[in-house]
């Protein structure tokens, strides 16, 4: 079992940036692709992006551009650069894992992945 553990969430302005990291202990080779998934209350959880250990990154659409997801294998660290923020960005962030490949058909279905964090909120204010 890997364990995942979410930090820099917070409080900001629209327009700002944060940065969360989600950092892997355990059998880390059960997080070879880790996500960032974000829910708001009432809605479905949403895919924001993904990455595999050997490099190769997914986003999704409303973040394009504005969300960078970087990964340290030495550090077992995933971080999520968001630059941009907006208040539609409000929501609780968690990052998830699977010991398989990031398939850019498959790497925004929560369903896939076996472990998760217990996530991070991020609250942008207009």
């Known amino acids: 079992q890997v364990q995942l553990a979410e930090s820099g969430g917070g409080s900001v302005q629209a327009g700002g940036s944060l940065t969360l990291s989600c950092t892997a202990s355990g059998d880390t080779s059960r997080a070879a692709c880790v996500a960032w998934f974000r829910q708001v209350p009432g809605k479905w959880r949403e895919a924001v992006a993904a990455?595999?250990?050997?490099?190769?990154?997914h986003y999704g659409d409303s973040v394009q551009g504005r969300f960078t997801i970087t990964r340290d294998n030495d550090k077992n660290t995933i971080d999520l650069q968001m630059n941009n923020l907006q208040p539609e960005d409000t929501a609780v962030y968690s990052c998830a894992a699977h010991a398989y490949s990031c398939d850019s058909g498959s790497w925004y279905r929560e369903r896939g992945y076996t472990d998760w964090g217990q996530g991070t909120q991020v609250i942008v204010s207009s």
């Open positions: 990455i595999h250990t050997i490099g190769g990154a």
